[in-house]
């Protein structure tokens, strides 16, 4: 069975190919032969990768959530799948010895498997996990995390790169890699006159960054930050800077049939805390919320994992 190097040299070596116009059209005319079983090691390893995302959707949402893995899949593709996951459960192991609240680790296996795939990386063990952690621990922005890792890798990212780490941790954490391939809000819903109030102080926001802290417009905002902000001055209710735990506190629970746009909807578990709640948005309708995502957006509850992290949602 191939090793994780051999894997991801076929892969960055799939990748040249397909780049190719003139090998994608000798490819296209050798599919319309008899010879397309000779081809499938090489399609199902292109698979990993797609053209509009750079990756393969389907393959990252196996991993991230920890199989099962198809047992039809390639052989190839599968070991790398597995080795993979070992990976990720090596990084929370490394993650959770931190003990540090705020710790983004859907950011750091982000960042570990777009580099699993376009990097020669080699055997991994404990001292390497931890070096690699350490490079996201503190309040950092993406250019010095890059930074850290440039040095500790000895390595350096292509921006072809940068965008497809980007773009996979959106897919992961919210479902969605911009925030135009989100349906929106109901139109029903702006029938409610404080529902309408408050939208129309929330969406002035969409495509404001992700600011672990922050509270208003000039510094952004994290999520409880954004709520409090948005509730506040729409002047649908008087609500002091918080947190997430404490907005919940607050809240009269709401069950998932009698919730209705305006609500608040919570998550536990989106990154280590000794709080129950660590995550807030406000449901718009139809299985959506507006929240501050990286950037602020609209996301879908059914994505899984929202559904993974759900706490319950909640009325002031």
Known sequence: MASPMAVAVMTKKALELAEDKRVRTLLASIVAGIVIVMLIPLLVMVSIFNTQAGFSQEVARIVFDGGPIPTDIDAELSKAMEEMIDAFEELDQTIESLEEEGFDDLKVKSFFYILYFTKEMTDFDEEFYAGFVDCFVG????DEIYEELEEYLSYEFTETEKIEIRNL???????????????????????DETFAKLMQ?????????????GSTPETSFDCSGFVCWVYTHSGVYNLPRTTA???YNQCTPVSKDEVKPGDLVFFTGTYQSSNPVTHIGIYVGDNQMLHCGDPIGY???????????????GRL
């Open 299 to 313: 996301a879908n509850l059914g994505n899984s994992y929202w559904v993974k992290h759900f706490y319950g949602f």
């Open 169 to 191: 941790y959106l897919f992961i954490k919210y479902g969605y890699a911009t925030t135009d391939k989100i349906t929106g809000i109901p139109g029903e819903a702006f029938n």
């Open 139 to 142: 309040e950092k922005e993406d």
């Open 245 to 247: 735990q404490q907005i």
């Open 201 to 213: 102080e929330a969406t002035k926001y969409i495509g404001f960054p992700y600011q672990w802290g």
